[in-house]
Each structure stands twice: as C-alpha cells, then as structure tokens.
C-alpha cells in the first residue's frame, strides 16, 4: 500500500509537534515553521503548506508572532493516523469497494468473486488507521503492536 509523500511527511510532522510540544499550546512553546522544516529535513515551503492543511483539519494550531509556531489543537491520543491522511491526502476507496453500479465491470460485478475481500481489506485497513493515535506513535508504542513482517520468499 502506498500512501503520498505529503501524507507521509504530514504525520511526521504532527508526530513531531506532539514530541516536542505536547500539549495545545498553553503550557508549551510552539515550535515554529523553521525548526519543524530543519528538523524534519524538508523545505519551509513544502512544510508550510502541509501544516495549514493540517490546521484546517483541526489537528494543528497555529500561533503568530515572534515566539509563535504550531502545536496540537487536540490532545495526541484524540489525534488518528486517519485524521492526518485524510488533512493531507484523503482516503479514496477502492473502486470494487464502492457501490456495484460505480464498477467498471458491471453489471458482471454482481457474479465478482474477489469483491469481498477488497471490501473487508479496505474496512480492516480504515480500522487500523482509526484504531492508531499520535500518542501511541509519538511514545514508541504502537511498533510493539505491529505483526512481525514476512519474508517474501
């Protein structure tokens, strides 16, 4: 599964605002744009332009000034992976996963065989992404979650 860069750079982002600032601004420094870009190794620009996606969203919050910067809008355990793709990216789903009538194979996709598990894929995969917090992976949790990987021998 591939998600965009933006997506991925939009969650590295948000998990490092939650590492360092932690909190909804009042009791923490924002961190500003620079350090987020420097920090992260991505241009102010590219940054720039996630981040005001993600607080549209409501995930981030922004402050101006000389000491402003960004922090979480919402407590980290109250942030989803979801949430952040979704800011960055969306989530489309798989056409076999929409109505029957949006196939490009209907009105045969009635008979399809392989169409329930691209929907039960898709709800699993939705699932996973809800069910995993910025919390979690700013703390190192969710890797202890994480099913040993396969080799592909």
């Given amino acids: 599964m591939r998600f965009s860069t933006k997506a991925r750079y939009g ?7 939650a590492t360092e600032c932690a909190s909804t601004g009042t009791s923490h420094r924002p961190i500003p744009l620079w350090r987020l870009a420097k920090k992260e190794h991505m241009s102010k620009k590219y940054v720039e332009h996630i981040v005001s996606q993600l607080e549209r969203a409501g995930i981030l919050k922004g402050f101006r000034g000389p000491t402003g910067g960004y922090c979480l ?28 009538t ?9 008979e399809c065989k392989a169409r329930p598990f691209w929907v039960e894929l898709e709800n699993v995969i939705r699932n996973y992404l809800e069910s995993v917090t910025i919390q979690s992976l700013s703390r190192g949790t969710e890797s202890k979650r994480m099913p040993k990987r396969r080799s592909g021998k």
């Fill in 11 to 17: 969650l590295r982002l948000v998990i490092r605002i």
């Fill in 73 to 100: 809008a919402r407590h980290p355990r109250k942030i989803t992976v979801r949430e952040v793709i979704e800011a960055t990216e969306g989530i489309r789903p798989n056409v076999c996963t929409q109505s029957l």
């Fill in 102 to 110: 949006d196939c490009p194979f209907y009105p045969y996709s009635m």
